[in-house]
């Protein structure tokens, strides 16, 4: 299982605000939810997304391509992958580890 952290940028808005395109990703997020091939969060700054390396592939050129069908023309799209391979990490147990160390 692998955690993706990603922020899609669409540049050439009319606005400064982009809010519009996020709630559009965030909606493409929940079907592949739903579908179960993904667990998504959305943070203030980014989305994370944890799932199969393969399917988070296919979410992300899914959701990076969503700028465009709303007519933007340029999509800057930052991407960050941990797949750590030796134990199954997901994005809760990485919070409680890190929750068990403050605890001690």
């Known amino acids: 299982m692998a955690i993706a952290d990603v922020t899609i940028i669409p540049i050439g808005t009319e606005t400064p605000s982009v809010s519009a395109y996020v709630a559009d990703i965030q909606t493409i997020l929940e079907g592949f939810e739903k579908e179960g091939k993904i667990k998504y969060r959305l943070t203030p700054m980014n989305t994370l997304i944890e799932g199969e ?3 988070l592939f296919q979410v992300i050129q899914t959701i ?7 007519g933007i023309h340029r999509v800057a799209t930052n991407i960050r992958i941990d797949d750590r ?6 994005m809760e147990g990485k919070l409680s580890s890190v929750q068990h ?3 001690q």
Do not use: C, G, I, V
């Open 101 to 103: 160390h403050l605890n």
């Open 64 to 70: 990076h391509e969503a700028p465009f069908q709303k």
């Open 53 to 55: 390396l393969s399917d």
């Open 85 to 90: 391979r030796d134990k199954k990490t997901t």
